[in-house]
T-cell receptor
Framework: QQPVQSPQAVILREGEDAVINCSSS?????VHWYRQKHGEAPVFLMI?????EQKGHEKISASFNEKKQQSSLYLTASQLSYSGTYFC????????????FGEGTQLTVNP | KAGVTQTPRYLIKTRGQQVTLSCSPI?????VSWYQQTPGQGLQFLFE???????NKGNFPGRFSGRQFSNSRSEMNVSTLELGDSALYLC?????????????FGPGTRLTVL
């Protein structure tokens, strides 16, 4: 079962903040975040592991609530380059190393 | 370091034909995963190979198969193509299968089945 992302779409003005959420009904080992621009491949943003470890880009921040099996991606002081579709991919105990992706959140940043 | 490469980038086939897609991972990466991306279904996991062995498989019919060579390059084959197989096929490489290893995606192969 794929994780649920919210919101499905969000429109911002440059400089505004946004939060994208990813929820799973399964016990997760890790959450991976990617951004995909139209016609391009998904680009890695961040990994969050059960237990608190995380790895990713300096300008991106995220959290992982193990009790709720929920992760949030925080985009602050948004720039035009942040526009794209954000996907979360989850790994659970039963999934092995495969990633199950959410349907994506479309983010548009306008001048 | 060169990124993940996929060939061909675009492909047009007709129903009933078969197709082979190729993926070369980042040098040193031993894990290759394949995904199908469509507007309606999003990113769907097909399979993962690590050191020439299939480690994980998604919920796709047996018409979808893959393999990995000793140099970590991977191929994906789809036989008896159906219209619904039209999609962007993405390959992603990982250093290992470890949970702390990020996946790097290639540019994809856009397959159109007529």
């Amino acid at each position: 079962q794929q994780p649920v992302q919210s919101p499905q779409a969000v429109i911002l003005r440059e400089g505004e903040d946004a939060v994208i959420n990813c929820s799973s009904s399964k016990a997760l080992y890790s959450v991976h975040w990617y951004r995909q621009k139209h016609g391009e491949a998904p680009v890695f943003l961040m990994i969050l592991l059960k237990g608190g470890e995380q790895k990713g880009h300096e300008k991106i921040s995220a959290s992982f609530n193990e009790k709720k099996q929920q992760s949030s991606l925080y985009l602050t002081a948004s720039q035009l380059s942040y526009s794209g579709t954000y996907f979360c991919g989850t790994e659970s105990k039963t999934s092995g190393s495969r990633l199950t992706f959410g349907e994506g959140t479309q983010l548009t940043v306008n001048p | 370091k060169a990124g993940v490469t996929q060939t061909p980038r675009y492909l047009i086939k007709t129903r009933g034909q078969q197709v082979t897609l190729s993926c070369s991972p980042i040098s040193g990466h031993r894990s290759v995963s394949w995904y199908q991306q469509t507007p309606g279904q999003g990113l769907q996991f097909l399979f993962e190979y690590f050191s020439e062995t299939q480690r994980n498989k998604g919920n796709f019919p047996g018409r979808f198969s893959g393999r990995q060579f000793s140099n970590s390059r991977s191929e994906m084959n789809v036989s008896t193509l159906e219209l619904g197989d039209s999609a962007l096929y993405l390959c992603a490489s990982r250093l290992t299968s470890g949970r702390f290893d990020e996946q790097f995606f290639g540019p994809g192969t856009r397959l159109t089945v007529l």
